[in-house]
């Protein structure tokens, strides 16, 4: 389509001009607004098996490698403690958090004799939904997200994903028996890969009808030039054509009709429906990525947004190891943002909420959204974006859910170059992104 390939490209240039990875002399992040209460993201980077479709920091596992960091990211939590943060609720990201049960125990413990947190939130793999990890996690943690990504085992093996957390069988017995155990199970499934088929994808939505998670995302695959090569040698070449179709495929099966099982939260998220078409169970923070603008994050390799800056922290695990240490935050870069950039992604998070407040927009920026990115709104405008387009707010069309996507997806492929930005300071064999057939041990040199 040709509106997705303009779109693509243009956001494709515009994160490569903005977001660039600069040297920084802070050693700590901003100081907290005034009776501000935060999200803190919280980054473990050891998997046992590494995607390759991946870019986040990760590194293959090892016990001896990954105890020491952890004990880091609790001192550089403390950290932000000491600068007077305020933290209400907390998300947890890898990597696989969960790889070491007794560790991230005592992580979130220490994080709630910290603060009065509301929330929890952390991902894991279906390889983990059994005991002790339930028992575990119960209480500690209110929302888990497992990756699926498919139930297909064909695809499974392709992703070397099949043997290490089971086949599309044992997981949905897995699904079953977690989904007591926290507020909200999120299925976390992606689509068009080049393998999958129509009749793969209607599959999957099948088994997401009938696994009984309260929620699930589907997003779609996206690449950044670092897992390009590996992904057209493992997975196949992909087919962007076929992206608008299966995404109507999905939002039509999941949220269409007179009883749909599912309504939208976000442009790719999906929050079940009970029998009478209630949601009964609403959440206090229903979308983490999207429920805060302004957030600390901790952790090697994750990043923060403050203050109108992203603020990347060390990808090297001896370095971020030696900086806590040292009694400073391992922080080895910054991208600092326009106003026109901020702009473009308020508009952006705010249409991937499925509502923009014009008024809202206003007030934070001092002009309205048509004065402050005229050409955004006219393109959306062009290709019949907005199902509603009044002096208040936006809501969006079919096409305008699917145009927002591409934008969506462009971005977080942008935020994986920043990443990649971050890994070429690095030397030896930390700069190396690996995959689960890459060499397992030459990544971390401690």
Known sequence: ???????????????????????????????????????????????????????????????????????????????????????????????????????????????????????????????????????????????????????NNELLKTMDRYYKYGSGEVIMERIAQAVPYFDSLNVDMIFNFPTQTEDMLFADLEHIAMCGARQTTFSPLYISGATADNMNRTLGKMDWKRELRFYRIIDGVLAEGAHPLFRRETVWTFNRLGADGSDDHALIHDEYQTSYVDYPAIG?????????????????????????????????????????????????????????DKRAFRDEFGVSVEFGLPAEMAFMRLNGAFATDTKDELTLTEMGRYLVLVMYRQFLSGMNNLREQARAELSGSERQLLFGNGTIYTNMDE
């Open 300 to 356: 090697s390799g994750s990043i923060t947004h403050l203050a109108g800056a992203l603020y990347v922290n060390d990808f090297s695990i001896s370095d971020y190891n030696r900086h806590i240490e040292e009694g400073r935050m391992p922080i080895m870069g910054k991208s600092t943002l326009s106003k026109r950039d901020l702009m473009r992604y308020n508009f952006l998070l705010n249409l991937y909420r499925l509502r923009f």
């Open 1 to 151: 389509m040709l509106s997705e390939r303009f779109l693509t490209k243009l956001v494709k240039t515009m994160t490569r001009h903005t977001l660039t990875l600069k040297p920084t002399s802070e050693t700590f992040m901003p100081k907290p607004e005034e009776n501000r209460r935060y999200m803190l993201y919280m980054h473990v980077p050891f998997c046992e098996r590494l995607c390759p479709y991946c870019s986040f920091n990760r590194y293959t596992y090892r016990e001896e490698v990954a105890r020491p960091y952890f004990e880091s990211m609790r001192k550089e939590m403390l950290m932000l403690r000491d600068l007077g943060y305020d933290i209400e609720s907390i998300y947890v990201g890898g990597g696989t958090p969960t790889i070491m049960l007794d560790e991230l125990c005592e992580t979130l413990d220490l994080a709630r004799d910290t603060w009065n947190i509301e929330e929890v939130a952390s991902e894991t793999n279906p390889n983990h939904l059994v005991q002790p990890w339930l028992d575990k996690m119960h209480g500690r943690v209110q929302r888990l997200s497992v990756g699926v990504q498919s139930f």
